[in-house]
């Protein structure tokens, strides 16, 4: 594969958000490089997020990288959330008219990936020491060195930062300039895949005494289990068996009956964080995803908020190229921030109301619980909760 020398957008990472701008400027006829780090396998083999919102499912068919979604990805019309040994279904459908797609973020990679190679767009995998230069002037490059120890230099006009929380990206924003907002939460995820029919037909967030627990599957032979653990606990100290009688012990009766075990055939342990920098912009470097900002797996959204930046940057990016404005470039991080900012409040709204914090006083549990029995009898409640979860508008 050859590194053209120059091309108008080199983009850095190639997770969903850098694939997706990828595709986006190819359909649009502009031409960029994707530079990402790990091989492919690697990848495609990151078991990540499962839920996407329907403004995200409408700009993957937009993209024409729908097809496989809409034919195994599963319409789910609500949640449900379990508490007091009782279980509380959220009607999206009914309440906002809008539903999510049960679709996994590894299966959305590996459609783009095809799309591209499809198109011939060139994805340089195993780029080691990408580097962004002179992106506050007006000839910013990218360095980098490939697989093979070759040394390249790309010449372009714009550069798009899409190389999640520990990329580079955001390192080379002064930091006079970049302003960050964090909150650290004091546990993990722990994550496992097995091939057992899921536990119930949609997904499932558990309150309970012993800490939260997610329901969560691919399909109906491939389950996703969470349950919330120390940050600082050993994948060994979670043997399948402790898992599953943990993750039982998290559930209503009633569903914790219906539990089907297995072997796990992926297990892995998730930190928490919200994390916002501002702005998303440095001379003609963009960010976007989880380079610009990380929100915890609790309301689903990161995966959804990487796609609403792309489709705004995408935009952006072809207006200036072809176009000659730079109106949406100019306005793209105060836009993409106004919707991020939403579901960080989402996102730790539904954090803190579901987990077991270890400074957690009895006042604040029951708070919790007040805060649970509202929305189990508030039509207004649940109404705010399905509109934030299915997906606020682009
Ligand atoms: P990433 O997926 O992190 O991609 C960045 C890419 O850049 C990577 O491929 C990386 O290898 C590459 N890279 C990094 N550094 C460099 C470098 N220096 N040079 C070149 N390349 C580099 N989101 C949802 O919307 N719904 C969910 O249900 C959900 N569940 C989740 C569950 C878990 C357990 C986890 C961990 C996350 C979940 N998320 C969910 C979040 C979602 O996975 C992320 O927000 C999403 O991956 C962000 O995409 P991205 O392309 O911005 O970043
Ligand atoms: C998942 O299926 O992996 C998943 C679903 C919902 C979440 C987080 C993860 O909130």
Request: proline share 5%; with cysteine.
């Amino acid at each position: 594969m050859s590194v053209p020398a120059r091309v108008p957008v080199v983009i850095i990472g190639g997770g969903p958000a850098g694939l997706l701008l990828a595709r986006l400027l190819q359909l649009a006829g502009v031409e960029s490089v994707v530079l990402e780090r790990q091989t492919r396998a690697h990848v495609m083999s990151r078991v990540r997020a499962g839920v996407l919102e329907w403004g995200t499912v409408e700009v993957l068919r937009s993209a024409s990288v729908g097809d496989r979604m809409d034919r195994e990805g599963f319409v789910h019309d609500g949640v449900s959330l379990s508490f007091a040994d009782r279980l509380l279904h959220v009607d999206f459908a009914g309440l906002t008219g809008r539903s999510i797609m049960v679709y996994g973020q590894t299966e959305v990679t590996k459609d783009l990936y095809a799309a591209l190679d499809e198109a011939g767009v060139v994805v340089v995998d195993r780029a080691a020491d990408v580097l962004p230069h002179d992106v506050a002037g007006d000839a910013p490059f990218v360095t980098f060195v490939d697989a093979d120890g070759a040394a390249h230099r790309i010449d372009c006009a714009y550069v798009a930062g899409c190389d999640g929380f520990h990329g580079v990206s955001r390192t080379v924003i002064p930091s006079a300039v970049a302003r960050t907002y964090e909150r650290v939460y004091p546990f993990g995820w722990l994550g496992i895949l097995s091939e057992t029919p899921p536990v119930n037909d949609e997904l499932i967030y558990a309150h309970s005494a012993r800490g939260f627990a997610l329901c969560s599957m691919r399909h109906a032979l491939l389950s996703r289990y969470y349950v919330q653990c120390p940050l600082d606990d050993a994948l060994d100290a979670w043997p399948d068996d402790r898992f599953w009688s943990e993750l039982r012990a998290r559930l209503p009766t009633e569903a914790a009956a219906r539990l089907v075990t297995g072997p796990s055939i992926e297990k892995s342990l998730t930190p928490l964080r919200s994390f916002v920098a501002e702005p998303l912009r440095f001379g003609r470097l963009f960010l976007a995803g989880d380079a610009g900002h990380v929100v915890p797996p609790t309301g689903a959204k990161g995966l959804n908020l990487a796609v609403s930046d792309i489709h705004y940057l995408a935009a952006a990016l072809i207006d200036a190229l072809s176009g000659g404005s730079t109106t949406g470039l100019d306005e793209y991080s105060d836009r993409a921030l106004a919707r991020v900012w939403k579901a960080v409040r989402f996102s730790w709204w539904l954090t803190r109301l579901m987990h077991r914090f270890p400074d957690q006083e009895p006042f604040d549990l029951k708070i919790q619980e007040a805060e649970l029995s509202y929305l189990a009898g508030s039509p207004a409640a649940q109404q705010s909760f399905a509109e934030n979860y299915v997906g606020l508008g682009f």
